[in-house]
């Protein structure tokens, strides 16, 4: 019962894990907000094979060495991240029960730049013929999944791109599956929050920038994108809604990617990569001409 010598020692015990595990929440900084651990030993390899950036990385005293744990002790190694040594209880509670297999890889938060200061520096740039192409911008109006922002960043990088502006509120961030998904066009390609995107696409506006909505219902098909060879900012909705109203009233011309089927929608980070394209393609064949 309550009174047996084994409970008690155990409550003990389980009172001291706790004390020790918020001295040590102190100890490792706090708690953790807006970072992240990235855990397991595929998880930690891969995301260090994308450049993102890291803190440092927690190694389990007495790790098993497998060819994955020689390439991350060796990439970290090679990239100055430090690496601390603590013990598997630590590891575990540190992890709050995610499979670690010994190593968790701390990454600090992103730093956003402010969307209206980003957009305004590379406006001047293009003003002061610093730039072969007019600045080309991608804002996401309720993208939620961090996979998807990574798989536009890409994109952005790709096709030469200029930035992605995400808002503040409801929205996917930069988290590791966004990096990871980017392949590591995330160190290339800034991403910048802006507080209202409505009225960040109105100061672009006002700045001499088009604005093109991507939605199925669009009135103008994408090659008849006669807007590609201007400073463009191209407005890409949420893949259950599609824009929202009030940003699909914002923008100079809303267009919609012609596909085959009636049935068929295309994945958000899709049909911008699609769009991207077909910018790049306008902008080369115009300055070719």
Same mark, same amino acid.
């Given at each position: ?23 040590? $929440? ?25 450049? +993102? ?5 927690? @190694?389990?005293?007495? +790790? ?17 991240? /430090? ?7 630590? +590891? ?13 890889? $701390? ?5 956003? /730049? ?6 305004? &520096? ?20 309720? +993208? ?30 930069? &988290?590791? #599956?966004?990096?990871? &998904? ?6 290339? @390609? ?47 909705? #949420? ?15 809303? @267009? #919609?990617? /012609? ?20 910018? #790049? ?9």
């Amino acid at each position: 019962g309550l009174y047996h010598k084994a409970y008690k020692t155990k409550k003990a015990a389980a009172r001291n894990q706790q004390r020790g595990a918020q001295s040590r $929440q102190q100890r490792l900084g706090g708690k953790r907000t807006s970072e992240e651990l990235v855990t397991g030993r595929n998880a930690v390899l891969e995301a260090l094979r994308t450049d +993102i950036p890291a803190k440092h990385i927690y @190694v389990m005293a007495n +790790i098993e060495q497998d060819d994955r744990v020689k390439e991350i002790l060796a990439t970290v190694a090679h990239r100055d991240i /430090p690496a601390l040594e603590i013990t598997r209880s630590e +590891i575990d509670r540190l992890t709050e029960g995610a499979v670690h297999q010994g190593l968790a890889l $701390q990454i600090p938060p992103y730093k956003y /730049p402010d969307a209206g200061d980003l957009t305004s &520096t590379i406006l001047e740039k293009w003003h002061a013929g610093e730039m072969a192409q007019p600045p080309l911008f991608v804002a996401l109006d309720g +993208i939620t999944d961090p996979r998807n922002l990574g798989a536009i960043i890409r994109s952005v990088s790709a096709f030469s791109g200029h930035a992605v502006i995400v808002p503040e509120r409801r929205a996917a961030g930069v &988290t590791a #599956s966004a990096w990871k &998904t980017s392949a590591g066009a995330v160190s290339r @390609v800034p991403v910048a929050k802006a507080t209202n995107l409505n009225r960040t696409i109105g100061q672009l506006k006002d700045q001499g920038v088009f604005v093109v909505g991507l939605d199925g219902d669009g009135d103008v098909e994408l090659p008849d994108l006669e807007l590609a060879t201007e400073p463009l900012c191209v407005v890409v909705g #949420s893949e259950g809604k599609g824009l929202s109203r009030l940003t699909a009233e914002k923008c100079d011309q809303v @267009v #919609s990617i /012609p596909i085959d089927s009636a049935m068929e929608s295309l994945n958000a980070s899709l049909a911008a990569g699609i769009a991207l394209y077909e910018v #790049s393609r306008l902008r080369r064949s115009v300055g070719g001409d």
